[in-house]
């Protein structure tokens, strides 16, 4: 289980990023890694963004029983660049809801790779939408060799810099009209991505297309795709004998979340 930290979209102080989530300002590891571990201090990574505009908006950690767990173990941080105009949400033409975000995933005990994603955060239904390899990208490192905070933050610019074509895809995706059966297509590809083991039993498209609100109510990719993001992680609805549970694990979820995008963006391809 993860618990976010975030408040409600505002920017997290230093204080509250150290009271919330200790293993994030870790000062070095936790002592017991070899001489070809390379530590990447979270707060390095802090400590640029916000010198170049950007803010701790959320923190996300694991429950730890252990104290080296909460003082040096994974965690993840979501960056959204101060002072940043927010994108039109083409299902609510008349608001600007959607904001670009950085998600950095890190750990100081081994237990994760340094890990920096591409991310949607909407304010009309509060989805952490992960945009994916195929389309800004994902950056994955070992904690070993010459890679340091500062090829950290260059990485993370280049995500930043990437993300400017988001809003065009958005668009392109509120166009594209799916009939019944492309959207029916849509959902079970969808299910698949969660419910991945052959043996699984896959719950009915409608499930998955069934919005939770009057603006996801139409069959254009982009609210198709968002409805479908949405269900698969929440959960809540009846798959054979018992209810699909809301996805809890981040691993999971950014990696649904991915595969998902690559399923609209494929989607999309055959509008030629």
Request: hydrophobic fraction near 40%; charged fraction near 20%.
């Amino acid at each position: 289980m993860w618990y976010n930290m975030g408040m409600n979209n505002a920017f997290l102080t230093r204080d509250d990023i150290v009271a919330r989530v200790p293993s994030a300002l870790a000062s070095t590891h936790d002592g017991r890694r070899s001489d070809l571990y390379t530590f990447v201090p979270t707060l390095d990574i802090i400590n640029s963004m916000e010198s170049n505009g950007w803010g701790v908006v959320a923190a996300k950690v694991p429950k730890a029983r252990k104290s080296a767990s909460r003082d040096f173990g994974i965690h993840q941080l979501e960056f959204q660049e101060r002072g940043a105009v927010a994108l039109v949400d083409p299902r609510v033409p008349d608001s600007k809801a959607i904001f670009p975000r950085i998600h950095i995933l890190n750990s100081h005990n081994g237990t994760s790779r340094f890990q920096v994603l591409a991310g949607l955060y909407t304010l009309v239904c509060s989805n952490g939408l992960i945009v994916s390899t195929a389309s800004v990208g994902e950056f994955s490192t070992r904690h070993t060799g010459s890679f340091n905070a500062e090829d950290a933050f260059r990485t993370v610019e280049q995500f930043r810099a990437a993300m400017s074509g988001i809003g065009d895809t958005m668009q392109l995706w509120s166009g594209l009209q799916l009939s019944p059966t492309e959207a029916d297509e849509f959902a079970l590809a969808a299910a698949r991505i969660r419910w991945n083991d052959p043996a699984d039993a896959i719950p009915s498209p409608a499930y998955i297309l069934a919005p939770h609100r009057e603006a996801d109510v139409g069959r254009d990719l982009w609210r198709v795709f968002n409805v479908a993001q949405e269900n698969l992680i929440g959960g809540g609805f009846k798959r054979a004998t018992r209810e699909a549970r809301k996805v809890t694990n981040l691993r999971e979820s950014i990696r649904i979340n991915s595969e998902l995008w690559n399923l609209a963006e494929t989607t999309a391809m055959r509008f030629g």
